[in-house]
């Protein structure tokens, strides 16, 4: 059943809390707290003017950093407060507090229309630990709750689904803001029923992270990419040499059950076929840790099944490219989790860029193609190629949790339609 979205609310003159996703990236610069990218506050934009235009009393409430549950004055949320009045073209006001008497009379004072954000709401441990009496104070500031924090909806805090809890106890409706509303949509529906052949493209640094993704997925799709280091997991599952790549030797045996579900239900498994590798230098210095740090040395392809003893694999080679390219061309629905290899260093960025751009062209040739958060996003973007796909999830954890089906706590606790 679809979960109720603002759009099914009665909001003219109610106080609607409403969770947001303003976990920015902040530096400081003398001696100011400044933003350094306002991705997330200009996402929440069309939901809080959609609320807004209706004569809503907005009271905004998010996390920011790791406090740790104490007051920590530079993650204070005040300075999100003016880029979002900047933004969004209207003064926004802003209280010290996210529980209490204070945080009461600034939410009790809003007139039809305003907006007032609150302080971060994990300078109280209680947050996190989502409990029921903070909860409750959070939830005498509003008569309505909205969440449109999907990045933050896998936590079961306070902010996140208790307050909802309490909020519909209390008698009032529970609802997905629009940016919630599209990743369930994009992430849940369209894949629940796609249109084929759906091809999964999935990479990253590790098996174990994602086999219940590939597990869930395996019921699904029509074809299954392999990329990034999970590859080389595979590789050894196989009996060939990995070199020095990351693998996990403890997980062969899921390498190998996924094969054969993959097999079992006709789902066509790629792995690549061929590599960047590269050697290994010591660089003479020592990591955080103490250890030393090492230095790729000397890229190139290889075709082999075995890679080298002295070498790490990086990448999909030109080849695997090029296969996964067409079978992205012939594909309708795209869904991708993970770079192909180590994307950050130019050198190694390559198989994840043609594999950007293939998904872009498939797109245009009427796909639909979903990009499952995380380093995925970041890749796409480095591409530029942002706006060349049909959607972005703005979750990372959150995401890839929603595609193993896991519940998360900050969509369960929404009213059905
Ligand atoms: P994940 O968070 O599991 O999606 O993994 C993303 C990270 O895996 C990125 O930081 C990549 O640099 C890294 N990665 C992907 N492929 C490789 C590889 N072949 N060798 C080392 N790191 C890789």
Same mark, same amino acid.
């Given at each position: 059943?679809?979960?109720?979205?603002?759009?099914?609310?009665?909001?003219?003159?109610?106080?609607?809390?409403?969770?947001?996703?303003?976990?920015?990236?902040?530096?400081?610069?003398?001696?100011?707290?400044?933003?350094?990218?306002?991705?997330?506050?200009?996402?929440?934009?069309?939901?809080?003017?959609?609320?807004?235009?209706?004569?809503?009393?907005?009271?905004?409430?998010?996390?920011?950093?790791?406090?740790?549950?104490?007051?920590?004055?530079?993650?204070?949320?005040?300075?999100?407060?003016?880029?979002?009045?900047?933004?969004?073209?209207?003064?926004?006001?802003?209280?010290?507090?996210?529980?209490?008497?204070?945080?009461?009379?600034?939410?009790?004072?809003?007139?039809?229309?305003?907006?007032?954000?609150?302080?971060?709401?994990?300078?109280?441990?209680?947050?996190?630990?989502?409990?029921?009496?903070?909860?409750?104070?959070?939830?005498?500031?509003?008569?309505?709750?909205?969440?449109?924090?999907?990045?933050?909806?896998?936590?079961?805090?306070?902010?996140?689904?208790?307050?909802?809890?309490?909020?519909?106890?209390?008698?009032?409706?529970?609802?997905?803001?629009? =940016?919630?509303?599209?990743?369930?949509?994009?992430?849940?529906?369209?894949?629940?029923?796609?249109?084929?052949?759906?091809?999964?493209?999935?990479?990253?640094?590790?098996?174990?992270?994602?086999?219940?993704?590939?597990?869930?997925?395996?019921?699904?799709?029509?074809?299954?990419?392999?990329?990034?280091?999970?590859?080389?997991?595979?590789?050894?599952?196989?009996?060939?040499?990995?070199?020095?790549?990351?693998?996990?030797?403890?997980? =062969?045996?899921?390498?190998?059950?996924?094969?054969?579900?993959?097999?079992?239900?006709?789902?066509?498994?790629?792995?690549?076929?061929?590599?960047?590798?590269?050697?290994?230098?010591?660089?003479?210095?020592?990591?955080?840790?103490?250890?030393?740090?090492?230095?790729?040395?000397?890229?190139?392809?290889?075709?082999? !099944?075995?890679?080298?003893?002295?070498?790490?694999?990086?990448?999909?080679?030109?080849?695997?490219?090029?296969?996964?390219?067409?079978?992205?061309?012939?594909?309708?629905?795209?869904?991708?989790?993970?770079?192909?290899?180590?994307?950050?260093?130019?050198?190694?960025?390559?198989?994840?860029?043609?594999?950007?751009? !293939?998904?872009?062209?498939?797109?245009?040739?009427?796909?639909?193609?979903?990009?499952?958060?995380?380093?995925?996003?970041?890749?796409?973007?480095?591409?530029?190629?942002?706006?060349?796909?049909?959607?972005?999830?703005?979750?990372?954890?959150?995401?890839?949790?929603? =595609?193993?089906?896991?519940?998360?706590?900050?969509?369960?606790?929404?009213?059905?339609?």
């Amino acid at each position: 059943m679809a979960k109720l979205t603002v759009r099914d609310l009665e909001v003219s003159g109610k106080r609607v809390f409403m969770r947001v996703d303003y976990n920015v990236p902040m530096e400081e610069k003398d001696g100011r707290m400044v933003i350094n990218d306002s991705t997330r506050i200009k996402e929440t934009l069309p939901t809080l003017k959609f609320l807004t235009d209706q004569g809503a009393r907005l009271i905004l409430a998010a996390h920011l950093g790791r406090p740790d549950g104490k007051c920590e004055p530079s993650l204070s949320l005040r300075p999100v407060a003016e880029k979002l009045g900047e933004l969004f073209g209207k003064s926004v006001k802003f209280v010290d507090e996210c529980v209490g008497e204070k945080a009461e009379a600034a939410a009790n004072g809003l007139k039809d229309g305003e907006i007032l954000l609150l302080e971060n709401v994990r300078f109280h441990a209680e947050e996190e630990e989502n409990e029921a009496v903070f909860a409750a104070k959070l939830a005498r500031l509003a008569d309505l709750y909205v969440n449109d924090a999907f990045g933050a909806a896998h936590r079961a805090h306070a902010s996140t689904c208790g307050v909802a809890r309490i909020i519909s106890a209390w008698g009032g409706r529970c609802a997905a803001g629009l =940016l919630m509303e599209r990743e369930l949509k994009f992430l849940g529906d369209e894949l629940d029923n796609p249109a084929r052949p759906f091809a999964v493209i999935l990479g990253g640094a590790k098996v174990s992270d994602k086999i219940k993704v590939i597990d869930r997925l395996l019921e699904k799709a029509d074809v299954v990419l392999i990329g990034g280091a999970m590859a080389y997991t595979f590789k050894l599952a196989h009996g060939h040499k990995t070199g020095k790549s990351l693998v996990e030797p403890e997980h =062969l045996q899921t390498a190998l059950d996924a094969e054969v579900k993959a097999k079992a239900r006709g789902v066509k498994f790629l792995l690549p076929s061929d590599n960047i590798i590269a050697e290994l230098q010591d660089t003479g210095k020592l990591n955080k840790k103490g250890k030393p740090v090492w230095a790729p040395i000397n890229p190139r392809v290889n075709t082999a !099944a075995d890679i080298p003893a002295d070498c790490e694999g990086f990448d999909i080679g030109p080849a695997t490219a090029a296969t996964y390219a067409l079978v992205l061309a012939n594909s309708k629905t795209i869904l991708w989790n993970g770079p192909m290899g180590m994307f950050e260093d130019p050198r190694f960025a390559e198989g994840t860029v043609a594999v950007a751009k !293939a998904v872009a062209e498939a797109t245009a040739q009427g796909a639909k193609s979903i990009i499952g958060g995380g380093d995925s996003v970041k890749a796409i973007n480095k591409a530029n190629l942002g706006n060349q796909v049909t959607f972005m999830s703005t979750g990372g954890g959150a995401s890839l949790e929603f =595609l193993e089906g896991t519940p998360l706590p900050g969509v369960t606790c929404l009213d059905e339609k």
